[in-house]
């Protein structure tokens, strides 16, 4: 009796469940609601913090980056926790309560130290379809400030005066503050007593869009304790700050040269969303003033044919794609000649446009072809061989070949000034104005604003440095940088040129090593963080004398014989990372799938969430035995 009671109440039950359905006001596809999420990371001395909203995972930011944007319940108070890997475990070091109401977006700033941590909410409201807002919300999440902080903001491109934006306490951020779009703006901001505390480059405020922009501590090798950071709903940048700077040490790893003198040029734009610039090792020396007027358009082409399907056989052959000196076959057979085959392959290649399939208002397909920006040419030439034996007419491969496609855009040249002289080019990317320079055109403001490019004569940065030895930081403008070693006391006479890529706020090392004349250099990011997550080695091999090795880093209860190596196959100028667990290491090198040692051992203590590293040198005058040399990190 009662197995058929408890069937007749899950039938009912399973009846009044399906029955909801038809409700009239209910929509089972019908969008839960929802909120928004997402957390950037402005605590300077930290590592990765991974942050979770109740048992959500928001996901890890570094210092200076966001999480992406994670969907919540709204209205919904929750335990935030921030967390760092310690020990290959999540280490708490705080928790917040936090809850976004629904539709909204919560910006998370972290904000002050690893041992005083804390929170800067910024809520952005439901967007209103029916209106087109350009806001902008400022952010003091700079904990070495404990005072508020003004804002200013100037319109270059206009008569107007700098003006207030908003005074910002410290850890608090403005409320959203309408403002008029512009092609060039200016931050800054000051302190109670009128001190320039911090200056942008120019940059854009777009109609429509509404980023928050913060003020935070700064990390690495800068001039100034603050920088500036952009967030949007797309992601969170680097801000266009006064000053781009990188710090670099060189280490001279040169065994046959008794000491070298080292220098450097760099390479810099006052407004490099406009012009930008990148030298070879040989680029000519000086300051050009820039301005753009137009920038190119490149031509885009369609086919005068249109197919019923994307993978409609159009026909067999050769594509031969030719933008200024590049030219580029393409085999085109039975796998790949429809639509879609002929874009995959274009695609894969190093052609100078680009390829896409669109649909026509007759339901039928073409192929778009457009030459890629940045490219010798604004036009593209396509010439076809056809297997079917005629190259140019409207049939087969041939429908193909530029005399059978139709021009959609017609092509514009670029227009520019350069110290007040007119110019054009054909591409974006000018190759001919500044010897082995190239100057790439980004925008043309409607203000036309004049962009100061320099590339600076030689400055030395390493003096005397014998072989082994390691100079001492020197700051430096980030992005391209052409370094120059010679040997000591013979600027003339370069025995090492070659343009490298310093990063915006990062330590680096370029270490210089070779025999003879066979002299290459290499630059390396250095990890400085004061806060580990655990210890690490870096191990550089500059031993020009043996091409390829073996390293291994063993416990005191390892040997060589029953381990295999940590590192093998090292070519000169890589640096090997190693995580490290506290024990006494020692450190030994062997040729490539040897287990005979020809360098070390080195013995060390690692200590917890400390940083080594090791470079690998040749013997003075080259050679064995490789020495293993434990130096500063």
């Known amino acids: 009796m009662n197995r058929i009671f408890v069937s007749a109440l899950l039938v009912v039950t399973v009846a009044l469940i399906s029955g909801c359905g038809d409700d009239p006001g209910f929509d089972k596809f019908a969008p839960s609601p929802s909120a928004s999420i997402k957390v950037i990371n402005a605590v300077s001395d930290s ?10 995972t928001l996901g890890s930011a570094d210092y200076g980056e966001s999480t992406d944007i994670t969907s919540i319940i709204p209205d919904l ?38 041992d005083n941590l804390k929170l800067v909410e910024v809520l952005a409201p439901p967007p209103d379809p029916a209106t087109v807002e350009t806001t902008l919300t400022l952010v003091h999440a700079a904990s070495i400030y404990d005072q508020a902080i003004t804002f200013y903001i100037e319109d270059v491109a206009s008569s107007a005066d700098r003006r207030i934006l908003e005074t910002v306490q410290p850890g608090a951020a403005s409320a959203a503050i309408d403002i008029t779009p512009s092609e060039r703006s200016i931050l800054s901001a000051e302190d109670n007593e009128g001190n320039r505390l911090y200056t942008s480059r120019d940059f854009v405020i777009t109609e429509g869009v509404s980023p928050i922009i913060a003020l935070i501590d700064s990390f690495g090798p800068s001039d100034s304790p603050v920088t500036g950071i952009y967030s949007v709903n797309t992601g969170t940048a680097a801000f266009p700050d006064a000053n781009f700077s990188a710090s670099v040490r060189v280490l001279n790893a040169i065994p046959d040269r008794t000491s070298i003198d080292v220098f450097q040029r760099t390479v810099s734009s006052t407004s490099p969303a406009v012009v930008s610039v990148l030298a070879e090792a040989t680029a000519e020396t000086g300051t ?7 920038l190119a358009v490149a031509e885009t082409y369609q086919t005068l044919a249109a197919f019923e399907t994307t993978d409609t056989e159009i026909g067999t052959g050769t594509l031969t794609i030719t933008n200024g000196a590049n030219t580029v076959d393409l085999a085109i057979d039975s796998t790949n000649a429809t639509p879609e085959g002929i ?46 034996g005629d190259n140019e007419d409207d049939t087969g491969l041939s429908q193909l070949s530029s005399n059978q496609l139709e021009i959609v855009n017609e092509a514009l040249s670029a227009q520019f000034t350069v110290n007040g002289t007119s110019r054009e080019a054909t591409s974006n990317a000018v190759t001919d104005l500044i010897g082995d320079a190239t100057l790439f055109l980004i925008s043309a403001p409607t203000d036309a604003i004049t962009v100061t490019l320099e590339i600076t004569p030689q400055v030395l940065i390493a003096e005397d440095l014998l072989f082994g030895d390691i100079s001492t930081y020197r700051l430096s403008d980030a992005g391209n ?42 630059v390396a990011d250095e990890e400085t963080r004061p ?30 014989s029953d381990s295999d190596p940590t590192g093998n196959n090292i070519v000169p100028l890589l640096t090997g990372q190693f995580g490290l667990f506290p024990e006494t290491f020692t450190i030994s090198v062997t040729e490539s799938s040897s287990e005979t040692v020809i360098g070390g051992p080195l013995t060390f203590e690692a200590a917890p969430y400390s940083l080594f590293k090791v470079v690998l040198l040749d013997a003075p005058g080259g050679g064995e035995p490789i020495q293993v040399i434990l130096v500063d990190p």
């Not at 475990?89 to 910006?107: C, M, Q």
């Not at 050009?288 to 137009?294: I, S």
């Not at 915006?504 to 370029?510: C, I, P, V």
């Open 77 to 114: 108070a929750r335990t935030t926790t921030v967390s760092y890997i310690k020990d290959n475990r999540l280490e708490n070091i705080a928790d917040f309560l936090v809850s976004v109401p629904l539709d909204g977006l919560k910006t998370l700033f972290l904000t002050g130290t690893m």
């Open 481 to 522: 940088v052409i370094f120059t070693a010679t040997d000591a006391n013979n600027p003339e006479s370069p025995i090492y040129t070659e343009a490298l890529t310093l990063v915006d706020n990062q330590y680096h090392m370029l270490a210089i090593t070779g025999l003879g004349d066979e002299i290459d250099g290499a």
């Open 47 to 56: 590592p990765a913090l991974y942050t979770e909203f109740g048992t959500q």
């Open 288 to 294: 050009f003033d820039v301005t753009v007027e137009r």
């Open 343 to 388: 874009v995959s392959t274009i695609s894969a290649s190093e052609a100078d446009v680009a390829a896409v399939i669109i649909e026509d208002s007759e339901g039928r397909f073409r192929l778009l072809l457009s030459t890629l920006d940045f490219k010798e040419s604004y036009q593209t030439e396509i010439s076809v061989t056809d297997d079917d």
């Open 531 to 560: 806060v580990k997550t655990l210890s690490s080695l870096a191990i550089l091999h500059a031993a020009p004398s043996t091409p390829l090795l073996d390293v291994y880093v063993l416990p005191s209860s390892a040997t060589i």
